[in-house]
């Protein structure tokens, strides 16, 4: 069973930093194929980026430049840090894992103010 904790979320301004972190536990997370997804309100949950367990990264075209996805098998975790933000990445942030079937986590909430 594979379990994900997000964290780092937060109230930030256009143009700030923000960086989110997921914690999985279970073995062996090196295997894993992660993501993020965000979640606007009124809107469909969409794919922010992948990490592949080969360290391949991955972006949507909105954030490409902007967010970075970096993993650290060592500590079972995966980050997504965030710049130059914008008004319309506010969203409810997902982790997910691909580990035979998807795993996700319970969502961490980033609002950019304007």
């Known amino acids: 069973q594979v379990q994900l904790v997000e964290s780092g979320g937060g109230l930030v301004q256009a143009g700030g930093s923000l960086r989110l972190s997921c914690a999985a536990s279970?073995?062996?997370?090196?295997?894993?194929?992660m993501a993020w997804y965000r979640q606007a309100p009124d809107k469909q949950r969409e794919l922010v980026g992948t990490i592949s367990n080969t360290f391949r990264t991955r972006y949507a075209d909105s954030v490409k430049g902007r967010f970075t996805i970096s993993r650290d098998n060592a500590k079972n975790t995966v980050s997504l840090q965030m710049k130059s933000l914008k008004p319309e990445d506010t969203a409810v942030y997902y982790c997910?894992?691909?580990?035979?079937?998807?795993?996700w986590g319970q969502g961490t909430q980033v609002t950019v103010s304007s």
């Open positions: 279970g073995s062996p997370f090196s295997d894993y194929n």
């Open positions: 997910k894992a691909i580990y035979f079937r998807e795993y």
